[in-house]
C-alpha cells in the first residue's frame, strides 16, 4: 500500500497523489509512505535556506527519510517505509506540477541526476510520457 499525505489546494492535491500512487506501481514500489507539500515561494526560500543553505525559492525539493534500501527488507507487518517528502513550489515551475511531483519521487527512491550521467533524467521523461499515454487512453 502506498501512503501519501498531500498538504496543498484541493485543486491540485488529488492529481499529485495519484501521480504518487502511479509512479511507486509503474516502479514496483507496493508499500511506503511519502509526504508531498505545496507551498508559496516565501516558504521555499525559508526551506532552501534552512536545508540547503541556498537563498531564494526553487521548484521541488526531496528529503529522503528511510531511503530506497529499506523497502526490500521492510516486514510486512507494521507501518509502510517512509521515504520521505517533496516539497513544490508552483509559482517557481517551469513544468506541470506532476513532473515535479515524479521527479521529487525520483529523488526520494535513491536517483541522482548530478552524479547518474542522465539516468534520472531520462527516467523522468519516460515516466511522464507514460503518464501521459495513460491518461490519454
Known amino acids: 500500500m502506498i501512503e ?3 498538504d496543498a489546494p484541493a485543486d491540485v492535491a ?3 497523489e495519484d501521480v504518487v500512487r502511479w509512479v ?3 516502479l514496483g514500489v507496493d508499500r511506503a509512505s511519502v509526504g508531498l507539500m505545496v507551498v508559496d515561494a516565501d516558504r521555499m526560500a525559508a ?3 534552512e536545508h540547503r543553505g541556498k537563498d531564494g525559492p526553487t521548484d521541488v525539493l526531496s528529503f529522503p527519510v528511510d531511503g530506497p534500501d529499506v523497502l526490500a527488507g521492510w516486514p510486512d507487518d507494521g507501518p509502510p517505509p517512509e521515504l520521505g517528502d517533496i516539497v513544490i513550489c508552483p509559482s517557481r515551475a517551469e513544468e506541470p506540477l506532476e513532473t515535479l511531483a515524479i521527479h521529487g519521487l525520483l529523488h526520494l527512491l535513491g536517483y541522482d541526476h548530478e552524479t547518474d550521467e542522465g ?3 531520462r527516467l523522468q521523461d519516460v515516466l511522464v510520457d507514460a ?3 495513460a491518461e490519454g487512453a
Request: charged share 30%; hydrophobic share 40%.
Open 131 to 133: 503518464r501521459g499515454a
Open 119 to 121: 539516468e534520472m533524467l
Open 14 to 16: 488529488g492529481p499529485l
Open 4 to 6: 501519501v499525505e498531500v
Open 47 to 49: 526551506i532552501n535556506r
Open 24 to 26: 511507486c506501481g509503474r
